[in-house]
């Protein structure tokens, strides 16, 4: 099984890769599938159904515009993200959509998408069934996949595997463990980054994979620069306050805060990216999924603390920081999980706190050795995080994580460069860890808002 990097980071929109991103592709894969079985325009009504962590926060999460606009055929990084709500009024208020953009049938959204919080299916937490219906009622097309993290789908015959995308590519430099990655390094003279940059060449030419990454960085930064200057009250309910475009002003300004701590003024940046990014996220923006939604502002807050405050960054150092962290992403990937609904906050935040360490630590001369220490180290310190979002929106706690996260990759890949890269526990066995502590996790804590902050939470 191989993965790529532009599997692990994509372009879409907030607020959530698997409550938004994964379940609007899937509602476009399910009308292509009508389409090549001839049945697209013999469907009358569609009815969604969304099971276990998309039926108890997807109403939060944006899951049902999300399936509705899929239906029409709209892709998460091609959608723009001003044209969703006025598009949702539209068909509620006409009670009509467009199936995969032609064929007009009549839809209910009230009635159409189906929450199911109690009834989890078995193989994923975010579960969703499709259904299509003719003019006499008959199903013409049922269709049954899961969201399992970072805007990944995976069909009904897959519950068997694990909860990955099978592809059979062919790779330069296999590895499926980071024991295998440094013995590739360690064999073949080379960095995780030209591990990475070889594996890529499976897909696509050396040109695409330098302006592949380049985009995305371009997405990051827009993303950031979007959110200094967007204010006002995110979406929801809960009235939280937009603080990046404040905190941009503030440091433009040179307030008595840089006078309280001028040695870790940097700190201040790097919160202002983070915040920025998730307040995005949290509004429905564009942003790119690194390697989930919810965790979207840890890797860019770290790159832009390279670019900005390490000597000699430069778009070399941009883009071994992208292929590094995409390595370790893949790790998380195929030996642990990058779902929330899985395996609780730690392995979103966790693994892009990882991620990002690694990179930076790539970005500044470090080893395989030190690289993955640095992983190691900031997977480690967020092992048995829960992911309990308020009224199950991607706002409290998650936007002030994303921060917190950006300074702890720093510190680690900081830890990790003073060392030598030998250490006491090896990022695989914390991986493993992950993975077990999700196991043995409450559902209550795996973003269902039944647990935690969720429910302590008074309002006022």
Known sequence: MATSLFDMFTIGIGPSSSHTVGPMKAACRFVDQLAAEGHKHKVARVRVDLYGSLG????????????????????????DPEAIAPRMAAINASNTLNLGGDHAIGFVTSTDVVYHPDQVLPFHPNGMTYTAFDEAGQTLHEKTCYSVGGGFVVDDQAKEADPVVADNTALTYPFNSGRALLQQCADHGLSIADIMWANEQAWRTEADIRTGLLRLWQAMRECVQAGIHHEGILPGGLNVKRRAALLYRSLNDKTRVDLISPSLGALDWVNLYALAVNEENAAGGRVVTAPTN????????????????????????IIRFMLTAGAIGILFKENASISGAEVGCQG?????????????AAATGGSPGQIENAAEIGLEHHLGMTCDPIAGLVQVPCIERNAIASAKAINAAIMAMRGNGEHFVSLDKALHTMRETGKDMLDKYKETSRGGLAVNFIEC
């Open 56 to 79: 108890a926060t997807g109403e939060g999460h944006g899951t049902g515009p999300a399936v509705v606009l899929g239906l029409e055929g709209h892709k998460p990084d091609e959608i």
């Open 294 to 317: 919810g965790a979207a502002g840890i890797i860019p807050a770290v790159m832009h603390y390279y670019r900005e405050f390490c000597p000699g960054a430069d778009e070399a150092g």
């Open 348 to 360: 979103e935040v966790g693994s892009a706190c990882a991620m990002a360490a690694a990179g930076l």
